[in-house]
T-cell receptor, first 113, second 114 residues
Framework: QQPVQSPQAVILREGEDAVINCSSS?????VHWYRQKHGEAPVFLMI?????EQKGHEKISASFNEKKQQSSLYLTASQLSYSGTYFC??????????????FGKGTKLSVIP | DVKVTQSSRYLVKRTGEKVFLECVQD?????MFWYRQDPGLGLRLIYF???????EKGDIPEGYSVSREKKERFSLILESASTNQTSMYLC?????????????FGDGTRLSIL
């Protein structure tokens, strides 16, 4: 079952902030975040692990609430380059060695001047 | 940097044809994945593979099969193409032992079935 992302789309002016949410009905081991620009491959942004460990890059942060099976991606002081579709990918508890992700439907973020 | 290469960016085939989509990665990754991407539906997993000659069904395997004869290459096969298989297909790879390993994606193949 796909995780649910919200909002589906958001338009920001440069410098504004945004939050993208990802919610699952399953107990999660980790959450991945990716960004895809139009016509390009999805690019990895960040992984959040059960237990609170966080990996990522750029000026984007995220949180992972294990009890609620939710993750949020925070984009602050948005730049034009942040435009794209953001996907969360969730890894639920499963057999050892299972690294498949289930992706949400995406959130389209548009940053305008 | 990891490079995941898909053989075609655009492909047009006819209904009933057998279609092969090829994916090659250059970083000795154990895990490889095939997704299809449709507007409003996100990325949906078709098949994945943990090792050579090993395959597992994803969420939407019907009408597809895969082949992994070499570690670096993962092929998606449409046995008898149908118009509802018109889509963007994305290949990805990742290291095993990899809770913290990201998936690396190819640029995608936009497949049209006429």
């Amino acid at each position: 079952q796909q995780p649910v992302q919200s909002p589906q789309a958001v338009i920001l002016r440069e410098g504004e902030d945004a939050v993208i949410n990802c919610s699952s009905s399953k107990a999660l081991y980790s959450v991945h975040w990716y960004r895809q620009k139009h016509g390009e491959a999805p690019v990895f942004l960040m992984i959040l692990l059960k237990g609170g460990e966080q990996k990522g890059h750029e000026k984007i942060s995220a949180s992972f609430n294990e009890k609620k099976q939710q993750s949020s991606l925070y984009l602050t002081a948005s730049q034009l380059s942040y435009s794209g579709t953001y996907f969360c990918g969730t890894r639920a508890y499963s057999g050892a060695g299972s690294y498949q992700l289930t992706f949400g439907k995406g959130t389209k973020l548009s940053v305008i001047p | 940097d990891v490079k995941v290469t898909q053989s075609s960016r655009y492909l047009v085939k006819r209904t009933g044809e057998k279609v092969f989509l090829e994916c090659v990665q250059d970083m000795d990754h154990e895990n490889m994945f095939w997704y299809r991407q449709d507007p409003g539906l996100g990325l949906r997993l078709i098949y994945f593979s943990y090792d050579v000659k090993m395959k597992e069904k994803g969420d939407i395997p019907e009408g597809y099969s895969v082949s992994r004869e070499k570690k670096e290459r993962f092929s998606l096969i449409l046995e008898s193409a149908s118009t509802n298989q018109t889509s963007m297909y994305l290949c990805a790879s990742t290291l095993s032992g990899g809770e913290v390993q990201p998936q690396h994606f190819g640029d995608g193949t936009r497949l049209s079935i006429l």
